[in-house]
């Protein structure tokens, strides 16, 4: 790691930067298969399978059958696992579930809202090394809870974790579609699959391109997308190697992940340093997870203050507190996707389990975006119900406000009304 | 209007259309303006302003004293139905506050959520024959409550009107900039114009184009925006001449505004245009409202649940609910932005003063997207804290979840943890 001592605060800017990915490049050759999708549908979607994949897709649905299967295919263990997993993410979501409540705002004049579940979403999850089933939990539990309807899930992976995850959550339909002609398909609808309202989910830069083309044709998505990252805030209280594994976690996504780590110890530094070296070498990732620790930085600094400003500065998607006044200062962050605080408390328990939410906003977009939550799964609407009397006394301040915008239609809605009940 | 009678559901997509408005051509217009602001700064910004609306801007922001002045310029009258109004808004959309939850999905698994107000947000108003200061209220007021530190405003307008509801909500400073250059002062800054995290507000094409494309570039908007529209569902409950007044309300927006009337009724659909014609004559937008109301459509279904379903699957903006049983059919409405129950609920107080939010998704967008509200300018961050036995719970799920996904460094971030513990 490159370790940065005392850095000034003009520099902090250049020293936080993450690295950019020229989309002018990729951006064309997808445009190219939205394109294809959007005009050939199911076609063009066998074509590129064939193209990039090598796959002759006969079918691009994976069949009930096959999907009731995949239980059988599972460990027991791993299928435990899921089923907890399942059950605090389910029991933490719900708990974002919000009443209605009407509020009379006048006597009279009464407004509210209620969230209403997105019709249709889709979900995608990508193939590679590891079958991402958790994924399917983060997004299909909330989808489920929410009342999504139609909940498809496009991948180019027919591992069966991913298949009984998919059936567990209640994701209704799975194609075996990857890459950005899967976003097209779910964005444009083909013969075969059905456009979504939402598009939600990890993937590569074509796939993060094609959903950020689809988004400004208007098709919802849950937020625009970069690697990974942590940042790491330790004292000497942290055990120097819990946040070796820690920063080690996040160094193994691949080697564009960013990992910062951040102290006003110099003592924590070196020790965090020895143990990570020491844990590197018994990764099966040791090289992918090696080349992201050279890109990563240690920043030194000297005040509690500077610490806690770095970071919001840096507004990290994943930021453990490994310090002893862990609480008091997890009230002070304002920018970072979702925080773990303590020594107990590793990134890899909400990756997986614990209960929260593991879509979350990377690349400092933490400064304006949320993860995801019930809420990426809901519209609210809102309602509005006006008594007689209720229009009779608001009805004037509408009058004078249309009327100095020069909306004279907007103020005789309310003046017929009331000249109505005045006649 | 269109009167279209009886139309069949598979007519219903092609007769719910939009119109579609090309981006293909004004889009490289806009990013020339965008890159040029990026690199030219104020330059820019200075040298649009005498291009587009020939006016040498000696200064880009205006004055705090030029802003206390405004306060002087209004008559008492409007004054107070600004008050009234702020009142409403304010009191609406502090409901909408989430205190925070903390759940225990395990024992010893404790998560929560925390809405922190977004740092820096901007808020677009356009220039053009009205001022536009009930925008300034549905924006800046959530942004004040959200806890949002730098509120900043750019329009190419100096009305007193807009200064003055700027400095009322706790807009800290504006700029007299208007369109996509505007737009690109906000995502990028420069050096009078701070950059914000989050862009809101209307506008043009331009400036809906400018803000989809910073938004490819990370920067958040409130949401993607089309001209206005308004669906009416009557019956023979209704009194035609409140309906005509409410469509006029919304032709009134312009030539492209969206304006629908549905209904099971043939001699609502009578009386209404009836009416719609005797208030067209009397309008100073005659000829805008004229064009809009041409453009429009009357639905004539046979049932009520044709007249819901037509309805859900347009997703309008603004819904109107004139029938007998609206609060029973309120329940049933699946997609639209806002929705205005009885006789006694015109649009407009909603447009104003009624408390909800008048920034809603407009072109179907209504089927994924709300309309802006507290939670707009707030992330929601998640918090997690495991206690020693919460990890000893939970541990053996996350390391059976990471090794099927085959992410060792996640499993051993717990592992080593567990295993410190048990030595």
Not at 391 to 398: A, C, D, N, W, Y
Request: charged letters at 20%.
């Amino acid at each position: 790691m490159q370790i940065i001592k005392y850095p000034a605060r003009s520099e902090w800017p250049q020293l936080l930067q993450r690295p950019v990915f020229a989309q002018d490049e990729i951006e064309p050759r997808v445009q190219v298969i939205l394109d294809a999708v959007k005009t050939q549908g199911d076609e063009a979607l066998r074509t590129f399978a064939k193209k990039f994949d090598g796959i002759d897709l006969t079918s691009l649905e994976i069949s009930q059958d096959v999907i009731a299967q995949a239980a059988h295919q599972l460990d027991s263990n791993l299928k435990e696992a899921i089923g907890k997993a399942y059950q605090n993410i389910r029991k933490f979501h719900e708990s974002q579930k919000q009443p209605v409540e009407k509020i009379e705002t006048t006597p009279g004049v009464t407004c509210w809202r209620k969230s209403v579940g997105i019709e249709k979403v889709g979900i995608y999850i990508p193939g590679g090394s590891a079958p991402l089933f958790s994924t399917v939990l983060m997004l299909a539990v909330p989808a489920a809870l929410a009342g999504c309807e139609e909940i498809i899930l496009c991948t180019p992976s027919d591992h069966p974790a991913i298949l009984y995850t998919a059936s567990l959550t209640g994701v209704t339909r799975i194609f075996r579609v990857g890459g950005a002609q899967a976003i097209a398909a779910m964005a444009y609808g083909t013969e075969t699959i059905p456009k979504v309202y939402k598009i939600f989910g990890p993937g590569n830069q074509y796939v993060t391109n094609a959903k950020l083309l689809v988004a400004k044709e208007g098709v919802a998505i849950d937020m625009p997308a970069g690697p990974s990252e942590v940042a790491v805030w330790a004292d000497e209280s942290a055990v120097p190697a819990f946040i070796a594994a820690d920063l080690l976690s996040q160094a193994e996504h691949g080697a564009d992940s960013q990992v910062v780590l951040v102290t006003t110890s110099e003592q924590v530094v070196s020790e965090v340093m020895d143990a990570l070296q020491e844990q590197l070498k018994q990764l099966p990732r040791q090289e992918l997870a090696e080349k992201a620790i050279e890109n990563s930085k240690v920043f030194l600094v000297e005040k509690e203050q500077d610490a806690l400003d770095i970071i919001n500065a840096y507004a990290p998607e994943h930021l453990i507190l490994s310090i002893s006044n862990a609480e008091n200062i997890a009230e002070k962050i304002r920018n970072a996707g979702s925080v773990f605080i303590g020594n107990y408390t590793p990134e890899s328990c909400g990756d997986y389990a614990s209960g929260t939410n593991h879509t979350l906003p990377t690349n400092g977009y933490a400064k304006a975006y949320s993860g995801v939550s019930l809420d990426s799964f809901v519209k609210k609407i809102t309602f509005q119900q006006i008594t007689l009397d209720g229009l009779r006394e608001l009805g004037p301040t509408v009058e004078a406000m249309a009327e100095a915008e020069t909306l004279i239609a907007h103020k005789n809605a309310v003046s017929i009304r009331i000249n109505t009940l005045n006649s």
